[in-house]
């Protein structure tokens, strides 16, 4: 019994190599390497350079190790980026997973645990949104994961094999043991803003609207550790092997921040002023978006453990200190 984690290299699919090795889990690994980092798998887990597409390569893969779940990470994620490059998006999310879906049916690997995000919603005209919110992305990289989650549902009507998708709402912080993180110098995401300006490596940090209809003018998210969002992954992997239905699950702690308030957080966890600018508001931007995540405790067994903006803080910064002494080192 083995679990093919696709996407290992990158930044969330690392914590969940590093939290199966922990409970002493079988892992492989399949990863692209476009944006995830050779050196971010241990040097332990077999790890195979290949795309989630390739079906000869996931086929052997899954013979080889005995694998009986797959761990499915692998995917393009910038917003922004899909909108100019939809077809891309298309592809690497959608009709990559298909392969990869398909390819499980053939070799009878009957689990699949998939990245979904809170984008599926687009803007929603509630807050919080449960699972049963209406899914109306206003991206291709929404409409590229939702299209995924309805390839699931309709593989696991039509055959054995079921599946757990996970909405994903804001990943941030890192592995609080210091072995993994964002380590993507192109990720744009308010808490990498915030310790690459805390760092000195950006001059400032861009404020993008405070003029939202919220408490402070500024928009709320539902910040999520990604340690546990790694415990969703482990809960559902349990949940599956023990022959659990599949579903769809929202992965969040059901309270927000605003952007002013993440950047107060920072300000007094690391105790150092933030240098911040005001700029227009970031086009596609929700005024808000929370979870209600109950769904995932009380199926799942899910507890978080890091529900607490200041160690999202803590942990981000501390890895981000160890990656800027890694690539100056490498220089
Ligand atoms: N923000 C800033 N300045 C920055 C970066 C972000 O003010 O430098 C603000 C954004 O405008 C937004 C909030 O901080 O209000 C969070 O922005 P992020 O870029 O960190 O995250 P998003 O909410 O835009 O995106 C996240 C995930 C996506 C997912 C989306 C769902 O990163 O993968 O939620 O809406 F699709």
């Known amino acids: 019994m083995s679990v093919l984690v696709t996407g290992g290299a990158g930044y969330i699919g690392s914590h969940m190599v590093l939290a199966l090795m922990d409970a002493g889990q079988d892992v492989c690994v399949i990863d692209n390497l476009t944006t995830g980092y050779r050196w971010a798998i241990p040097q332990e887990v077999t790890f195979i350079e290949a795309d989630v597409g390739d079906e000869a390569a996931v086929s052997a893969a899954i013979e080889q190790h005995g694998v009986d779940a797959v761990v499915h990470f692998a995917g393009s994620i910038v917003v922004p980026e899909s909108v100019s490059d939809p077809l891309g998006y298309y592809h690497n999310n959608t009709v990559n997973s298909r392969s990869l879906i398909e390819t499980c049916v053939k070799t009878g690997v009957k689990n699949m645990i998939f990245s979904s995000t809170a984008a599926v919603y687009g803007t929603p005209e509630v807050s919080p949104v449960t699972e049963a919110t209406p899914t109306e992305p206003i991206s291709p990289y929404g409409a590229s994961k939702l299209m995924t989650e309805w390839m699931l549902r309709d593989t696991a009507f039509a055959h054995d094999f079921n599946y757990v998708a996970l909405?994903?709402?804001?990943?941030?912080?890192?592995?609080?043991?210091?072995?993994?993180?964002?380590?993507?110098?192109?990720?744009?995401?308010?808490?990498?803003?915030?310790?690459?300006?805390?760092?000195?490596?950006?001059?400032?940090?861009?404020?993008?609207?405070?003029?939202?209809?919220?408490?402070?003018?500024?928009?709320?998210?539902?910040?999520?550790?990604?340690?546990?969002?790694?415990?969703?992954?482990?809960?559902?992997?349990?949940?599956?092997?023990?022959?659990?239905?599949?579903g769809i699950f929202n992965c969040g702690y059901g309270h927000g921040c605003t952007v002013l308030e993440a950047i107060d957080a920072v300000e007094r966890v690391l105790q150092q002023k933030i240098n911040v600018v005001d700029a227009d508001r970031r086009a596609g931007d929700p005024p808000e978006l929370v979870s209600v995540a109950d769904k995932a405790r009380k199926v799942l067994g899910w507890t978080p453990q890091y529900d607490n903006l200041d160690v999202i803080v803590q942990t981000a910064y501390a890895w981000e200190q160890a990656l800027t002494a890694r690539i100056d080192a490498a220089e």
């Open 167 to 246: 909405r994903y709402f804001n990943v941030a912080g890192a592995d609080p043991k210091g072995r993994s993180g964002q380590s993507n110098p192109a990720a744009t995401h308010l808490l990498k803003a915030l310790m690459r300006t805390a760092l000195g490596i950006s001059d400032h940090m861009k404020i993008f609207g405070r003029d939202y209809d919220t408490r402070d003018g500024t928009c709320i998210r539902d910040y999520i550790h990604v340690s546990d969002l790694i415990g969703a992954h482990l809960a559902a992997l349990k949940y599956l092997r023990g022959g659990g239905e599949s």
